[in-house]
């Protein structure tokens, strides 16, 4: 009985398991989460502060490392936009965190040299072309340093579209259908649709679906967990002028989008920071939990309904803020946030 459900469900999945982007995709976030679970496991993580302000920890980038060491098997040719870089590694306290890192990627790779290590983590600094994977290798660097949500999210981005989508979650549960395991893998294909498994030995695939919600007073709005990535007056108006009656659900990492996917959310969208109204998000920030939405049904645009812009570059920067709804919502949240920004 157990068979014909996993093969009735497996059936059912649009996306060809064989074809080695997908492969390529699935192994790449689930050997990244099971990095990031192991350095969690730790008694302590060591973190830096970027120029930009954001923590990196080694776990980043032993992930990136990994990431471009598949790439090399997978595809020799293959293009890496990613976060990290080594440029950061000379700031990690000497031999003892350098010897970590190997070890961290020597788990997937026992042949890997410091020098290889480094070369691997590098491939990510490849200029967007027409063809190219954009990477962040822990989104959500400091829910994963509290504990909170974090996600390896990967995607393929294609003359400016998006093709393909895989996010490992190390924290989010996979739904009842499924287990309830902790530990959820997302992927989703341009046409074929957004499907869950769990992060490990999953071989059932489930539809993701957003949400039916039509009423906006109803809706559940996702937010930032850091208090500096959210502007909480801001927002609390947001509802107030829409009516909504649920709290807003606080989440780090684009473990939101994967909630909205779910249908467990139905709005979230970043407006222009009052402090730095120049700030743009990444490509690695948006483009795997936007397919991921908008194969599971629903809709992802900038703050003016506009497509967003993937064609321009590692900032998107002809993007500014986005939307992200289950559909049916959209419009109503795009008019309250023109409303409030004018
Ligand atoms: P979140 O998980 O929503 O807190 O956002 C995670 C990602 O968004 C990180 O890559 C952050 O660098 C970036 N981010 C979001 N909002 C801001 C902001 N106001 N300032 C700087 N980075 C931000
Ligand atoms: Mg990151």
């Known amino acids: 009985m157990r068979l014909l459900n996993a093969s009735w469900i497996f059936l059912k999945l649009k996306i060809d398991l064989r074809n080695p982007e997908t492969q390529f995709a699935l192994e790449v976030v689930r050997a990244g989460s099971s ?3 192991r350095v969690c496991s730790e008694t302590s993580i060591r973190s830096l502060t970027k120029s930009d302000n954001s923590p990196v920890t080694l776990a980043d980038l032993g992930i990136q490392a990994v990431a471009g060491a598949l790439l090399e098997q997978y595809f020799p040719q293959g293009m ?3 976060e990290e870089s080594t440029d ?3 700031s990690f306290e000497g031999p003892a965190d350098l010897e970590k890192l190997e070890n961290y990627v020597k788990a997937f790779f026992p042949q890997a040299t410091s020098q290889a290590i480094c ?4 491939r990510g600094k490849a200029v967007p072309g027409p063809s190219f994977w954009t990477l962040d290798p822990i989104d959500g660097t400091r ?11 990967l995607a393929l ?7 393909m989508a895989a996010l490992g979650c190390p924290n989010l549960k996979t739904p009842e259908a499924l287990g309830r395991h902790l530990g959820l893998l997302v992927l989703a294909v341009r046409g074929k649709g957004c499907w869950g498994t769990a992060l490990e030995g999953g071989d059932r695939w489930i539809p993701f679906k957003v949400s039916h919600c039509k009423d906006i007073t109803q809706a559940r709005i996702l937010e930032s967990m850091e208090p500096g990535h959210r502007d909480v007056e801001k927002g609390k108006c947001i509802r107030k002028i829409m009516g909504i009656i649920p709290e ?32 743009r998000e990444k490509i690695w920030d948006v ?17 003016d309904g506009k497509a967003i812009d993937y064609g321009c570059g590692v900032t998107l920067s002809n993007s500014p803020g986005f939307v992200a709804t289950n559909g049916l919502l959209h419009e109503a949240v795009l008019k309250t946030l023109s409303e409030v920004a004018g």
Do not use: C, N
């Open 35 to 37: 990095l990031a679970r």
């Open 119 to 122: 070369d691997w983590i590098d």
């Open 287 to 303: 483009a795997p939990g936007a397919l991921a939405i908008e194969e599971a049904g629903g809709r992802v645009t900038d703050l």
């Open 88 to 90: 950061v590694l000379k």
């Open 143 to 153: 829910g994963f340093l509290r504990g909170g949500q974090y996600v390896t999210a």
């Open 80 to 82: 890496l936009v990613a």
């Open 157 to 163: 981005i294609r003359e400016g579209k998006l093709e």
């Open 248 to 279: 807003p659900l606080p989440l780090d990492s684009q473990a939101k989008h994967v909630v909205l996917a779910m249908g467990k959310a139905e709005v979230f969208y970043r407006t222009l920071s009052q402090k730095h109204p120049e700030r």
